[in-house]
């Protein structure tokens, strides 16, 4: 199942573990030329599909995979919009399901992404670090005793593990304590992401927490202050709705109801604003989405999404279609 059907109506929307890996004694992929790139990209794939996972994987070649798809990718969280933009000697290596995505030849030789739905940062890091350690079988990573896996980035050192909870906060966005949040998270090695994770903005008060610190930490301690940093930041979130205006709340809920069921044009920012409505709307109790899952529409009525299925189109023409997509959606609600 695809993390974005999340049927949990809670703030926390899904998991994210990301593992780098680089090869011993091979320059990283900033230092290759396109064609020593290709090569080893080429070589690292055949070995890994010759693994067994217990899944089933396919693999993308990057450099004949076109711009739309490879952004429609970005926006499904499968792969970084840096990976999309460079896409000469690279390729992927993507499970059915699309939890599971192999980066090769981005910032570091491997980067193994496992992301699932809700909080289960336990479960994601068990099958991503199974996943390395079938790799590690038949690949020798470049690994130092003093500082742990080496990486392209040297924010990466150590364990080489990111891991990321994105998370709806409109509640708590609302009281403006987000900032004080982000400060207090900053101290005891967390951030917060946007949307896209580094370097992105937040869309529709979604934010990702990410561990900053993989030097000198074990994975269980990283992934253990994530998770108890977020049901904290769970639980904040659940009291400031609490504390929410009823009535303001049901206005803000209804008019953005009442636009997506109508209107005949929406953008994507403006989409994106009223579906987070709704998804506060549902976790309040205000009304019943009937498990059509809002963040399922808000991911797939992306730009790139939209070409996607239905070819080149004009701003003013993806406009027109992701509103008729909108009233369909609610057509199957009722």
Known sequence: M??????????????RIRLARNLKNVPFPSRLKPSELKNISSSIARKIMACDFGMKMRMVDMDSLGEVEAYAMVERHIISPKFAANREGRALLLSEDESVSIMLGEEDHIRIQVIKSGLCLKEAYSLAEKIEDTISSVLDFAYS???????ECPTNLGTGMRASVMLHLPATESTGELKNLAAAASKIGLTFRGFYGEGSDAKASVYQLSNQISLGVSEENALSNL????????EREDKALEKYNKEA??????????????ARRLDTKEMMTHLSALMLGERAGIIDLKDKVPLTVFITLQPSMIKRVAGEMEPNERDIYRAEAMRKY???IG
């Not at 695809?2 to 899904?14: C, G, R």
């Not at 998770?227 to 769970?234: L, S, V």
Request: no cysteine; net charge positive.
């Open 2 to 15: 695809l993390w974005f059907e999340n049927k949990n109506k809670t703030a926390s929307l899904s998991t």
């Open 145 to 151: 005793d003093s500082l742990g896996f080496l990486t």
């Open 227 to 234: 998770e108890n940093i977020a049901k904290q930041i769970i």
């Open 249 to 262: 709340l049901q206005d803000k809920v209804y008019r953005s109801l009442g636009i997506l069921k109508f």
């Open 330 to 332: 609610f057509e199957t």
